[in-house]
């Protein structure tokens, strides 16, 4: 009877043994991402970072929208690791050569390009793209108008880099309301914070023609689009079978401008894109356009937070990835390679 007393306290001995066993063969955690991440590697970071940003932006006013753009399809995509900045080669397609990367304007890529030169310069080997691209990005919003939001770092970029991995992770211009929700859902977004990041993408954003010419074009326009927006988006893109790149703002009252615009326009027949508009009439995401439409601070609010979340989004830290670098025999300043031999990483 004593034997068989015992056994329950055995029992649980053995199995705390088991549970302790398990917990210290689990790899060490990563490195959580920090404010201060460069306070010691590269102290000038942000002063070398917004020397390139504001005359960048200045010259280049589609600057901020494009590489807003950028940010977002590389987050949605095996998350913020600047994967979308590498280039294809003859063995990989990679992400930036998916159909709905090839839009991406050139002046995302180029911001990152200048400032991870600069840097190279003052800290070689230190500072990561994914960490220049998220910070250049917020520091750009503000730039226009929009909303300080915090931005951690620490981030290293991803080894891999494929298009077979983009279909299904972004929204596409002719996509049904029920399509975009379910993609935002995917990655963890509310409807709120949908609202709030599309809005707050396109209101500074821009689109090619071919984007949203069918709603223009044709027997008759789309009714869902007011007649005088109809009218100068066919001026607008009356070349466009000549000329892809025309392309037109998708706030067409306050274009540039960071603000709640957008939301206005949507209420009002003046969405450029069609799925702009269905936000701003699809039941589910109404009322939050009309919210935003009416109260700037709590769009403001729930962008900055959207972005936060947005900006931590699956990230590598620790040895889960590596830092890119500028191949400096590359005149255009937009080809990218990583620091490690090729059998390495295929």
Known sequence: MANS??????????????????????????????PNYYAKSCPRFHD???????PKQTSHPTTAAATLRLFFHDCMVGGCDASVLIASNAYNKAERDQDINESLAGDGFDIVTRIKTALEIECPGVVSCSDILAVATR???????????????????????????????LGRANMTMDKIIKIFEGHGYTTRELVALMGGGHTIGFAHCKEFESRLFGPKPDPSVHPKLV?????????????????????????????????????????????DQAMGSDPRTRPFVEEYAKDPVVFFRDFAKAMEKTSVYQ????????????????????????????????
């Open 231 to 275: 009218k100068k988006l066919k001026a607008m893109c009356a070349n466009s079978s000549s000329d892809p790149t025309l392309s037109a703002y998708l706030d067409p009252i306050s274009a540039g401008n960071f603000d709640n615009m957008i939301f206005k326009n949507l209420l009002n027949g003046l969405g450029v894109l069609g799925t």
């Open 139 to 169: 520091d750009l919003v503000i730039q226009v108008g929009g909303p300080h939001y915090d931005v951690k770092l620490g981030r290293k970029d991803g080894l891999e880099s494929k298009a077979s991995n983009v279909e299904g992770r």
């Open 5 to 34: 007393s015992l056994l329950p306290l055995i029992i649980l001995l053995l199995s705390s043994a088991v549970i302790t066993s398990r917990k210290t063969q689990l790899p060490p955690a990563s490195p959580p991402l920090t």
């Open 48 to 54: 070398i970072l917004q020397n390139v940003v504001v």
């Open 315 to 346: 990230v590598k830290t620790g040895n889960e990835g590596e830092k890119l670098a500028v191949d400096p025999r590359d005149s255009t300043a937009n080809v990218w390679v990583i620091i490690k031999r090729f059998d390495e990483l295929y």
